[in-house]
């Protein structure tokens, strides 16, 4: 299935009888289906059917629709003499010079600003809507076809920045049980230090619990808060989230909201990586995560 992006632009224009029709649509990302009509006044009649034929293509963003006419001069092609009425009129100055032989003969210029001798097309209402769902149906055609290209590009760079984070949390995920050892190893001591239970000499500290309740209580706290530090279970969501992220990709159509969706639950497994980080290597790939993610996240508010 393929994806479109909110944006995109196209116009179409068609000669006829009357005149030049031009149909131009662009859009850009809104939450929402937004239709805007740009039309003439003598055209604001099928404003109905054109939003009927836009939403019958179109499920997301602002989308702006205009609509002009031009007519065609009076000098134009497509204008025809009335040569009945000229037969008639030649007859009836034939007429009128047997009477008086010296009236002027009637001018080129005369004969055509005489009512009725050029006709203009008939523009019927009927005739006028058919040709603006003509023109609208070309213009919609590479309207959507401008959308889906977008999209396609839009897929391939997000599809590429998923490959980028899961190759992170592939790198930093066989990290975590080091770096909660060596964690727990220098708390352990450090702690020991502070209690006054490592000394040059072994000599234990006069207090009243012994060593073996002091060593299970660090023990205990060293191993809490080695639990606090675990990111392999925020790694996981990750991975499944981004996993989730592709499939939606490649499922297609609309996509939009469900992604930007999926962008709020990366950040968040992406900060709580940051901020549970013992080692430099943790902090660094939460760092370059959330890049990663603030990059897509701005396309994908594009996405329809």
Not at 76 to 94: D, F, I
Not at 141 to 167: H, K, P, S, Y
């Amino acid at each position: 299935m393929t994806i479109s992006s909110m944006t995109g632009y196209a116009v179409a224009t068609r000669e006829t009888a009357a005149g030049t029709l031009t149909v131009e649509l662009k859009s850009v990302n809104s939450r929402f289906l937004d239709l805007q009509f740009r039309i003439n006044d003598e055209l604001r009649a099928v404003e109905p059917a054109l939003r009927e034929a836009i939403m019958g293509r179109i499920n997301r963003g602002k989308v702006e629709c205009r609509l002009s006419f031009g007519r065609k001069s009076g000098t134009g092609s497509a204008l025809n003499l009335n040569a009945t009425l000229l037969t008639t009129l030649s007859q009836m100055q034939h007429q009128v010079r047997q009477v008086f032989a010296n009236a002027p003969v009637m001018s080129v210029n005369e004969l055509l600003r005489w009512p009725g001798v050029i006709e203009e097309p008939e523009i019927t209402q009927e005739t006028l809507q058919a040709d603006i769902q003509s023109v609208l149906a070309e213009a919609l055609d590479a309207f959507v076809d401008t959308r889906a290209r977008e999209g396609a590009a839009l897929q391939a760079m997000l599809l590429t920045r998923i490959d980028d984070m899961e190759a992170i949390v592939q790198r930093i995920t066989p990290l975590i049980p080091q770096a909660i050892a060596q964690f727990q190893q220098k708390a352990t001591e450090r702690m020991k230090e502070a209690l006054g239970l490592a000394t040059q000499n072994g000599a234990m500290p006069s207090q009243s619990v012994s060593s073996e309740d002091a060593l299970e209580r660090i023990r205990q706290e060293v191993t809490l808060y080695g639990i606090r530090i675990d990111v392999a279970e925020e790694l996981s969501r990750l991975s499944a989230h981004l996993t989730e992220t592709r499939q939606i990709l490649k499922k297609g159509r609309q996509v939009g909201k469900r992604l930007d969706f999926m962008m709020q639950e990366l950040n968040r497994e992406a900060n709580t990586v940051g901020s549970k980080a013992a080692i430099k290597d943790l902090s660094d790939a939460s760092m370059a995560m959330k890049l990663l993610i603030e990059q897509m996240r701005e396309q994908v508010q594009n996405l329809e």
